[in-house]
């Protein structure tokens, strides 16, 4: 099996590229604080002219966003926007497709996706749909603690609408269940669930549009390179829309990539992506310059 090709930093690859889609959980912060030398990284390659669009699961509208970046240490400048699946959900919302009425499961602070959607929060047995942007408690559920809920909705056919598709995230030094988990199992039982996020082709569109913004004119895809650590979100859905990809090792991964999150093992991600059949042009244990 051919090892893996490894770069050291992503000024190795950075004059190939004009602009960055770049995860944000597990890439640019562990969901309290910035990795080191990820926001010089992003400085560098906006330095030479190149553009950094942030493409995130998040399933909060990108507006709540930037200040809490800040707190983790990445500042304003060091990128030019923030696409979130929270924007193309919200988006969806308004359009009334499944009604008005709407049962979440998530946060209260979730309800930001609500706000002039003209959708109103209502209590399961009142919805026309439902809303999976979290679970409730994720620092102490997990999917199957909502089996007997979830099979009660599909046994009345409810669409649910997956906010952020991510099964896992890193939090710390912990994994913690997202969204998708439950979206996953809702399909199990026969749900029907519409997905908003990576990796599904409509966020990429958004995205090459928002870039053509930024940028003030289209950015080819071969001069576009996304960054992520999922293989099932950022790495598959960059190929999947014709875009290069690098694939941070150090994140939701590290355990399948070698001993140690910081010396990844060329022929551990080889035979990772020969099993997932991904393609991505490189791999690097962080974002670092």
């Known amino acids: 099996m051919t090892s893996f ?3 050291d930093g992503l000024s190795a690859i950075a004059d190939r590229y004009d602009a960055l889609l770049c995860d944000v959980w597990g890439v ?12 010089e990284a992003l400085a560098n390659f906006r330095a030479k002219g190149g553009r950094v669009l942030l493409l995130s699961n998040a399933p909060r509208p990108s507006d709540v966003l930037p200040a809490m970046f800040e707190g983790m240490g990445i500042p304003l400048d060091v990128y030019d926007g923030i696409l979130t699946s929270g924007d193309a959900t919200k988006a969806y919302l308004a359009s009334h497709k499944h009604g008005t009425r709407c049962y ?6 979730h309800l930001t996706l609500f706000e002039g959607t003209g959708v109103t929060r209502v209590e ?10 979290s679970l409730f408690d994720a620092d102490t559920e997990e999917p199957e603690d909502y089996r007997t809920q979830l099979e009660a909705l599909a046994a009345r056919k409810l669409p649910l609408v997956c906010a952020n598709p991510d099964i896992v995230v890193e939090s710390g030094d912990r994994h913690i269940y997202c969204a998708g988990a439950l979206a996953r199992l809702y399909e199990e039982l ?9 990796p599904h082709g409509p966020i990429y569109d958004i995205a090459r549009a928002r870039l053509a913004e930024i940028a003030g004119g289209e950015i080819a895809d071969a001069r576009i390179l996304a960054v ?20 941070i090792t150090g994140g939701i991964a590290a355990a399948d990539c070698g001993d140690h999150p910081e010396r990844p093992d060329a022929d551990k991600i080889a035979a990772l992506m020969a099993a997932a059949r991904l393609h991505p042009v490189a791999a690097a244990a962080r974002l670092v310059w």
């Open 5 to 7: 090709p490894i770069i």
């Open 28 to 39: 640019l912060h562990n969901g309290e604080r910035a990795y080191p030398g990820v926001p």
């Open 104 to 109: 979440l499961i998530g946060m209260e602070r």
């Open 124 to 133: 399961e047995d009142a919805a026309e749909f439902i809303l999976a942007a």
């Open 190 to 198: 026969g749900g029907n669930v519409v997905y908003f996020g990576k």
């Open 228 to 247: 992520g650590d999922g293989m099932a979100t950022d790495i598959k859905g960059a190929e999947a829309a014709g875009i290069d990809a690098l694939f």
